[in-house]
Every structure is written in structure tokens, then in C-alpha cells.
Antibody
Framework: QVHLQQWGAGLLKPSETLSLTCAVY????????WSWIRQPPGKGLEWIGE???????NYNPSLKSRATISIDTSNNQFALKLTSVTAADTGVYYC?????????????????WGQGILVTVSS | DIVMTQSPDSLALSLGERATINCKSS????????????LSWYQQKPGQPPKLLIY???TRQSGVPDRFSGSGSGTDFTLTISSLQAEDVAVYYC?????????FGQGTKVEIK
């Protein structure tokens, strides 16, 4: 059974870099994409970006190139860095297993999810 | 970006009642080559990550009770809880995976009256 466990710093100052890591247990990186998703306090879900085992990435343009996702296949981990954070980046950050490709087209529902980490940006 | 709009924002029903949540996409998420809609549903309880309920608009994830069902195609979708239970109190989200960026609806909060 797939299990995702995430960790990283929970309190940042404006302009610092957010850094989170997600470890995947019970599954292989080889057939899926792996995503980061965030949720501001009391609000909805925003997809940040994804990576596959080959290091191919896709990002949400709303992050304006501040996000970088990397992968460490030897340890079954993937990571998120988000630069120049502001108070607007405050929220719970989740990692999640995404989809793959079928019928020559990507499919991408999310599940399972990591436990989430609350990241607060405050001076 | 494909904008997902859910209605209502919240609903309060009695135990055993039928709950209906609607989700509308700003463009079709139907891949006509395989006649599948690229739409999923999630349940999020307080303090927990979202949980996948349904994908391909109507396929229940393993382990999800059969009182949850999804329907619709193209741009209009519905999540139905046939008989509301106390443990179904949560926020429900739809999500399209037709195009990146993958996008979610704003959520519908379901409560017990």
C-alpha cells in the first residue's frame, strides 16, 4: 500500500525559500507523476507542479517560475523549492501521487496524499 | 486554464437524505476518442488531506462506499451521496485532469442539519 510522508520547515520569513521533501513508500516512481498541491488557510486547493521518474516536470504558471520540483529515485523522494515567499504562500502543502499516460494522453487524479505541512510566512 | 465551478458552496441536510453537488467546467473535459470525461472528486475532512472518491467522472475508488456516485459528461458533473451519514461531513472538491494546470473547484461544504 502506497504511503507518502513529507517534511520541511514550517516557518519562513518573507523572501526566503520554502523547501519540502516527500518520501514514497510501497510504490515505484517509474509509472506515475508526483505532485505538490497547496491549500491556503480556509480555502481551496491549488496544484503547484509535478515530476516523473525521468525528471520531466510541469508547473502551474500562476507560480511565475518560483517553483522547482526535483526527484531522487534512489531514495524514492521528491522535493519542492519555492523561492521569494510572501504571506500569500502561507498554507498547507501536500504531496500526492498523480497519474500517468493512457491512450496517448495524460490522466491525473491525485491519491494517495501526504499528511500535509503547514507553512507560515511571517516577518 | 479550465475553471471549475461548484454549486452550492454549502448544504445542510438531515441524516439519510440525498446530497447532490454540482460541478461545471469552463470547457469540455470529455476526451471523445475514448468517451471518457477527465474529472475526479475528493472528500476532505477537517485536519486531513483530501481523499480520492471518484475518477473518470463515475468510477469509484476502491474502498469508497457505494452511497457515493458520480455522473455527468462534457462540462456538467454531479456527485451524489444517496443517504447522508454522519461521517460524510466534509468539504468535497471536483478536479479536472484534461489539461494542465490541473484545477479544482472551490469546494462544497456538507453538514448535518
Amino acid at each position: 500500500q502506497v504511503h507518502l510522508q513529507q517534511w520541511g520547515a514550517g516557518l519562513l520569513k518573507p523572501s526566503e525559500t520554502l523547501s519540502l521533501t516527500c518520501a514514497v513508500y510501497g510504490d515505484s516512481f517509474n509509472f506515475n507523476y508526483w505532485s505538490w498541491i497547496r491549500q491556503p488557510p480556509g480555502k481551496g486547493l491549488e496544484w503547484i507542479g509535478e515530476i516523473n521518474h525521468a525528471g520531466n516536470t510541469n508547473y502551474n504558471p500562476s507560480l511565475k517560475s518560483r517553483a522547482t520540483i526535483s526527484i531522487d529515485t534512489s531514495n524514492n523522494q521528491f522535493a519542492l523549492k519555492l523561492t521569494s515567499v510572501t504571506a500569500a504562500d502561507t498554507g498547507v502543502y501536500y504531496c500526492a501521487k498523480g497519474g500517468s499516460t493512457s491512450w496517448n494522453r495524460r490522466y491525473n487524479w491525485f491519491g494517495p496524499w501526504g499528511q500535509g505541512i503547514l507553512v507560515t510566512v511571517s516577518s | 486554464d479550465i475553471v471549475m465551478t461548484q454549486s452550492p458552496d454549502s448544504l445542510a441536510l438531515s441524516l439519510g437524505e440525498r446530497a447532490t453537488i454540482n460541478c461545471k467546467s469552463s470547457q469540455s473535459v470529455l476526451y471523445t476518442s475514448i468517451n471518457q470525461s477527465y474529472l475526479s472528486w475528493y472528500q476532505q475532512k477537517p485536519g486531513q488531506p483530501p481523499k480520492l472518491l471518484i475518477y473518470w467522472a463515475s468510477t469509484r475508488q476502491s474502498g469508497v462506499p457505494d452511497r457515493f456516485s458520480g455522473s455527468g459528461s462534457g462540462t456538467d458533473f454531479t456527485l451524489t451521496i444517496s443517504s447522508l451519514q454522519a461521517e460524510d461531513v466534509a468539504v468535497y472538491y471536483c478536479q479536472q485532469y484534461y489539461n494542465t494546470p490541473w484545477t479544482f473547484g472551490q469546494g462544497t461544504k456538507v453538514e448535518i442539519k
